[in-house]
């Protein structure tokens, strides 16, 4: 579980993050979204790390990031897989050699292990036979499925993703959720998602903190998100006609 307590986050006199609170859960796929400019970046990378903000607490199942000194955040880092918007793959190397590059870096495993567990990883992520493959020998869709196998195989408790399904097509993007769904549920990992993928957010949005203009606006699941009253949340998630119908239809099936 990671706990944002009162972050407040300001660049050249302007701030970003007011305020914010909220509480991603273990085995669950936390979303953060909002409009574009509205901080949910900031508030991603001040989880991570990569941020430090003038107030607040963010507390890795009890342990806070922002009081830690340099060694013990590097520990707490390898805790920690990351999912790049652009994947970040290296093209030089194939796919299993990227997968196992987490594992040559952090760990002391020998080199038939690291194989093996990269093989693995990529086997969780339906690539099996895939790995004498380059990256630009594989579509996107599969260039992300690698990110994810790569991301997965340090087994992390905590799992951050940028966008995950940024360039790909609503078929392949479905795939990409319901594997970090899967993932997510299967290791019990802490997952957080910023995305602005409306299908993610109805499809797997087990708990969604909505940031406005800095501020945490509504937190909530999928469901609920259908009925609230938020008019900025509202205006943000059924912005597109077919997500108005959706919409307008679940309402009008409930008692």
Known sequence: MIEVKNVTKSFDD???LHDISA?????????????????????????????????GQILFDGRDIMRMETDEVKELRKEIGMLFQGSALFDSETVLGNVMFPLTMFTTMSAGEIR?????????????????KYPSEISGGMQKRV?????????????????????????TSIVIDELLHDITREYNITTVINTHDMNSVLGIGENIIFINKGHREWVGDMNQI?????????????????FR??????????P
């Open 147 to 171: 990110a994810i196998a790569r991301a997965i195989a340090l087994n992390p408790k905590y799992l951050f993703c940028d966008e995950p399904n940024s360039g790909l097509d609503p078929r």
């Open 116 to 132: 093996d567990r990269a093989q693995f990883c990529l086997e969780r992520v339906n690539l099996k036979g895939a790995g004498d």
């Open 14 to 16: 302007k701030t970003i």
């Open 226 to 242: 259908y009925t609230s009253n938020n008019k900025a949340l509202e205006e943000f998630v059924f912005a597109n006609d077919l």
């Open 23 to 55: 509480t991603f859960v273990a085995g669950k796929t936390n979303l953060i979204i909002g409009q574009s400019g509205s901080g949910k970046t900031v508030l991603l990378k001040s989880i991570v790390g990569l941020i430090k903000p003038e107030q």
């Open 245 to 254: 119908k959706v919409r307008s239809y679940v309402l009008s099936t409930q």
